[in-house]
Every structure is written in structure tokens, then in C-alpha cells.
């Protein structure tokens, strides 16, 4: 079949095409109006070592608190697989998340160690409201976790964190960039079903 009859296939069934790809458009819109808001939200938690050894020789202690500040850094990246401590963070923000099931725990909250002193932790909500709470009782919650730890090792484990205010993003989608994309991605998907349809018929 030469490019003649190609371009005679889709003239004659040029209305077609362009029905399929002003619904897929339409389609396309009507999704991202449609589609509700997310915040993205932003944690950075910063490990610091509460005191120092008191000493004119040399100091063992920066080189300790080090290590120990990398393992604190592990510990809380797990803390927030943790079901519990999760369950403890969305009760102290009073948000009701409805969790269906204990995967949904593990999976709310992603927690990277970016350095030994340095955690950076990420998730979603639907409101900037809840954003905000759920921040504040995640750096509570991990510090009064800390505080435990401290207590029970008798002051051995001398650490805090603190927290500058989260980065909080709203992620709305870009509904006439998605109908531009729909229309084109329209355009195509009609001309697929109009070469089908010739094909099978």
C-alpha cells in the first residue's frame, strides 16, 4: 500500500479521527479537574549530640558520637516502617488515615539517611492542614522516642533532633497540558482504530 492510499484512509475517516480524539481530550480534562490535590511534604530531621566529653587529652568523643549518630540515623529511617510508631504520629495530628491494612503502615512515610547526622523524610497527604500536623507530630514523636532511648541508657545516649519548618508542595495536575496530550494522544489512538478497522474488515 503506498503513502497515497494511507493518506485516502485517513481523509476519508478524518471525522472519525477527530471525534476519538476530542473524547480522549475531553476525557483527559475532566480527569485532572476531577482528580483531587496532594501535598508532597518535606521532613529534614538533624541529629545533634547533647554533650561532650570534658577533657585536655585527646578526645575519643567526636569519633564516637559520630557512629553513634549514624546508627541513631538508621534507627529512626525504621522507625517509620515501624506500624506503631506510625499509628502514634497520625493519632498525635489527630488525622484519621484509614489504613486498610499493616503494608499501608509501612509504606506511608519514605526516610533516607542523607549523611550520619542527617535524615530526610517524605510523604503525602490531601490537605495543607494535615501536612503541617503530621510534620510536627513526626519530629514529637521521633524525639520523645530518642528521649526514651537516653532515659533507658541512663544518659549514655545523649542525642535530639530538630527540624526547620517542612517543605510542603502542592502537586495539582496540569489539566490543559493533559488536554493537550489527550488530543494528540486522541489523534493517534484514532488513527490506529481507523487502519484496524480497514485491516480486519
Request: charged share 25%; net charge positive; glycine share 2%.
Amino acid at each position: 500500500m503506498e503513502l497515497r492510499e494511507y493518506l485516502k484512509i485517513i481523509k476519508s475517516n478524518f471525522k472519525l479521527i477527530i471525534i476519538i480524539s476530542i473524547i480522549t481530550a475531553v476525557s483527559a480534562f475532566l480527569f485532572s479537574t476531577m482528580k483531587p490535590v496532594v501535598y508532597e511534604i518535606s521532613i529534614s530531621l538533624a541529629i545533634n549530640k547533647n554533650k561532650t566529653q570534658i577533657t585536655d587529652d585527646f578526645k575519643y568523643d567526636g569519633y564516637y558520637a559520630l557512629q553513634a549518630s549514624e546508627m541513631l540515623a538508621n534507627t529512626i529511617v525504621e522507625w517509620t516502617k515501624s506500624p506503631t510508631i506510625v499509628d502514634a504520629i497520625y493519632q498525635k495530628a489527630g488525622v484519621n488515615q484509614n489504613f486498610k491494612n499493616i503494608k499501608s503502615y509501612t509504606k506511608k512515610f519514605t526516610a533516607k539517611k542523607m549523611s550520619s547526622q542527617h535524615v530526610e523524610i517524605k510523604f503525602k497527604t490531601n490537605t495543607r492542614e494535615n501536612a503541617e500536623k503530621i510534620s510536627s507530630a513526626t519530629v514529637k514523636i521521633i524525639s520523645d522516642k530518642i528521649k526514651t532511648l537516653e532515659k533507658d541508657s541512663e544518659k549514655e545516649i545523649a542525642f535530639s533532633v530538630s527540624s526547620e519548618n517542612p517543605i510542603i508542595i502542592e502537586n495539582k495536575p496540569d489539566a490543559f497540558l493533559n488536554l493537550f496530550i489527550g488530543l494528540v494522544s486522541g489523534f493517534i489512538l484514532g488513527i490506529f482504530i481507523v487502519f484496524g478497522r480497514r485491516y480486519f474488515t
